[in-house]
Antibody
């Protein structure tokens, strides 16, 4: 059974860089059928996609966060990571990692559903 | 930019049917996925590719998508279905989530 687990600091100071790692167990991150994504949820608010990465390193980012986000993958450790720079209080949220389906049709490929998700980790931005 | 609109809340009596809509311009041309999120828990995929159900999700959950509206239908609603529900689509190389709908079981 595939499981994902987020890890990293729960408190980050304003203007610093938030760093999280997602460890995948029960399956290989190098599968050709999936991307791996980061999603966040501010307290009491909805879900926001941050970005996704393929095992080869190919990435997609949310345009609204793209200038501050870097997602990387380490296939030897079966992990992928998130870095979000210049954080402010608005970046306080529960951060989730998840496996993302990839489907191709008519010569084009699209990213799809997220399943399963990690349990999430709360990151607070505060001095 | 593409926007997905959901009603903030839906109330339904036990045993009845709840319908949660997700509106977007020509959403019927896209694949829609739905998630259930209970308080303090991570979201769970309940419908993918408009109407497919992952293993372990009850048949009471179904989905449809046409025109400008996708719909998640929960039949024979139970108290355990009380949760927030989100739709999701892929558009212009970005993932988008709907605004979320809180389903209350009366």
């Amino acid at each position: 059974q595939l499981q994902l687990q987020e890890s990293g600091p729960g408190l980050v100071k304003p203007s610093e860089t938030l760093s999280l790692t997602c460890t995948v167990s029960g399956g290989s991150i190098s599968s050709s059928s999936y991307y791996w994504g980061w999603i966040r949820q501010p307290p009491g608010k909805g879900l926001e996609w941050i970005g996704s990465i393929y095992y080869s390193g190919s990435t997609y980012y949310n345009p609204s966060l793209k200038s501050r986000v870097t997602i990387s993958v380490d296939t030897s450790k079966n992990q992928f990571s998130l870095k979000l720079s210049s954080v402010t209080a608005a970046d306080t949220a529960v951060y989730y990692c998840a496996r993302q389906g990839l489907y191709c049709s008519g010569g084009s490929c699209y990213l799809g559903w997220f399943d399963p998700w990690g349990q999430g980790t709360l990151v607070t931005v505060s001095s | 930019s593409y926007v997905l609109t959901q009603p903030p809340s839906v109330s339904v009596a036990p045993g009845k049917t709840a319908r949660i809509t997700c509106g977007g311009n020509n959403i019927g041309s896209k694949s829609v996925h739905w998630y259930q999120q209970k308080p303090g828990q991570a979201p769970v995929l309940v419908i993918y590719y408009d109407s497919d159900r992952p293993s372990g999700i009850p048949e009471r959950f179904s989905g449809s998508n046409s025109g400008n509206t996708a719909t998640l239908t929960i039949s024979r609603v139970e108290a355990g279905d009380e949760a927030d529900y989100y739709c999701q689509v892929w558009d212009s190389s970005s993932e988008l989530f709907g605004t979320g709908t809180k389903v209350t079981v009366l």
